[in-house]
């Protein structure tokens, strides 16, 4: 492991995402900005409006002159957080980068025990979730199940995964230079591999605002994020196909024998139910590999990830 013994130094980025969070961005500037500036750490925050609706976009103007190492990118709709982390990593100076939620739910004093480890020569520093936070059962229980699904994927643990983590600017370019239209943060900036090590963390309950994701949006999630992992489900068709071809066989072999041993048959609810089970294998199977297609077919497409409409603080001072 190359841990250095003298420790170096480097501009931080902290990257928050913000949608619909016009009350959370002046909170995060003014806790994020005197705690980086007491711990003497070189920074600049940098807020991505990923299309917000309500008066987002005036607040974090609105650091922007009260801090000047404040700079905000703001999209031209909503392309989703995934696109909002990648803008922010695309836009980020820093030697390295934290990204963080903008509601605070990640504790922004852990951003300087991920400084100080990338200091020390680490270049991926994981937030790692000791609890989970406030959220139902059932929302426990899928997330899982996703996470068991996406673990053995990608055969790293994301059990407690977060998006809360520090990146070294070399992780940081590789991420960049990526092009997949469906990066999903969480598992890719641990697929990259690097030195890497993990900071324990307690989500803690928003700062202000209210969660973006519905029950709808979480398993669009979760669908989109193990199709861009794996191939899995591919698989799964084959094995059902190969299943369905075995009892086929028995059952073939059955009638066959039933036939010439000249016995009657009855079997109209049995055709009816090979019909309708067969049938509905065949659309899932269907199904599973159309969306798979319809991914190539974005990715091919190769539209742009996000679409930056403004940008204030820094140099140019866009309003
Ligand atoms: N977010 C975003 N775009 C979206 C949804 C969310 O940039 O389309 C941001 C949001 O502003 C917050 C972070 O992603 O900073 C986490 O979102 P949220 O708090 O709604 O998720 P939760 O913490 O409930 O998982
Ligand atoms: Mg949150």
Redesign the pocket.
């Known amino acids: 492991m190359d841990i250095q013994n003298t420790l170096r130094d480097g501009l931080l980025t902290v990257v ?6 016009q009350d ?1 961005v002046p909170l995060a500037a003014d806790t994020i900005c005197p705690l980086l500036e007491g711990e003497g750490i070189r920074h600049e925050i940098l807020f ?1 409006n ?3 609706r309500d008066g987002t976009w005036n607040a974090i103007k609105a650091q922007t002159a009260r801090h000047p190492q404040v700079r905000g990118v703001c999209f031209s709709r ?4 995934e ?3 990648f803008a922010g990593l695309a836009q980020a100076k820093g030697d390295c980068v934290v990204v ?4 605070l ?1 990640h504790p922004p004093e852990k951003i300087v025990e991920m400084y100080r480890l990338w200091q020390k020569g680490y270049q991926v520093v994981e937030g790692v979730k000791v609890t989970r ?1 406030k959220e139902s059962p059932l929302h426990t229980l899928a997330a899982k199940t996703f996470y068991h699904f996406i673990s053995s994927a990608t055969k790293i643990d994301m059990s407690r995964a977060s ?1 809360f983590k520090l990146l070294d600017r070399r992780a940081v370019d590789v991420l960049v230079a990526m092009r997949e239209k469906n990066a999903f943060f969480r598992a890719l900036s641990s697929w990259i591999g690097f030195e890497t090590t993990q900071v324990e963390f307690e ?1 803690q309950p ?1 700062a202000a ?5 519905s029950i709808r ?1 979480l398993v669009r999630y979760a669908i989109t994020n193990l199709a861009a992992f794996s191939t899995a489900p591919l698989q799964i068709v084959t094995f059902l196909g190969v299943l369905v071809f075995l009892c086929s066989l028995v059952l073939g072999g059955w009638s066959l024998w039933q036939k010439i041993s000249g016995q009657a048959l009855e079997g109209f609810t049995t055709v009816i139910l090979l019909l309708l089970l067969i049938g509905s294998i065949l659309m899932i199977c269907l199904g599973i590999i159309g969306y798979y297609i319809a991914k190539i077919y974005e990715e091919i497409k190769d539209r742009p990830r996000f679409i930056i409409s403004h940008e204030c603080g820094g140099k140019q001072d866009d309003r």
């Open positions: 928050l995402p913000a949608y619909n969070e959370s991505v990923d299309g917000s909503n392309f989703g957080k696109a909002a982390i963080l939620d903008c509601d739910q936070g998006d989500v928003r605002g209210e969660s973006k994701w949006s």
